[in-house]
């Protein structure tokens, strides 16, 4: 949690940051109604559609990582469950609808304070199209998908992991750490 200038979100009063009793990390603490302001992980949901036995990626139209391919995911709202987010970012981000099938992997990502969670989901139709947040969205074999054009490592590990269980024949649950040792650098037009 960064400690910049932040305020209560109760009462407008300037917090500090100190470690509340039965915690064990510092956290806005409100001097002036004792609120405390608990800074958490944010979850990314998103699917890898399939359609055919191929999967569809959207080319970000949004930084960060504008230009790179990536699949359908963002940040999950309140009050919807991760397969409701996961099955609104991929409408939002190509157009398409999907059908979850199953949650497929979860990584954590702790220095960007988030957890990736993914869902296969099966499209009915190759009914998709470019949005406000993807210049194009295409699918691809197997064998095509653009591995060094990809926009995160979250979305490089999960498609690996995608492709060992089609090898096998059988879908698992794949949870992860992913440690970042650097943010690659962004890409310009």
């Not at 603490?29 to 399939?50: A, F, S």
């Not at 990584?107 to 960007?112: A, F, G, N, V």
């Not at 210049?135 to 064998?143: N, P």
Request: glycine fraction near 6%; charge should be negative; proline fraction near 7%.
């Amino acid at each position: 949690m960064t400690q910049e200038k932040r305020f209560c979100p109760k009462c407008g009063s300037q917090v500090n940051f100190s470690i509340p009793a039965g915690d064990n990390r510092p956290r806005a603490v409100c001097p002036n109604c004792h609120h405390i302001d608990y800074d958490n992980p944010r979850l990314i949901t998103g699917t890898i559609p399939i359609y055919q036995g191929k999967v569809l990626l959207c080319r970000r139209d949004i930084e960060p990582r504008r230009g790179y391919w990536t699949l359908p995911a963002g940040f999950m709202e309140n009050q919807e469950s991760t397969s409701t987010g996961a099955l609104r970012e991929t409408l939002e981000e190509c157009g398409s609808q999907a059908i979850c099938r199953q949650a497929f992997s979860m990584i954590s990502i702790p220095q960007i304070d988030q957890v990736h969670l993914f869902y296969l989901a099966d499209l009915p139709k190759a009914d998709f199209h470019t949005t406000e947040e993807s210049s194009e969205v295409e699918l691809f074999e197997l064998d095509d998908i653009p591995w060094k054009e990809l926009a995160f490592n979250s979305i490089t590990r999960t498609l690996k992991l995608y492709l060992e269980d089609v090898k096998k024949g059988s879908f698992g649950f794949h949870e992860e750490t992913l440690m970042i040792d650097f943010l690659p650098p962004l890409k310009t037009f």
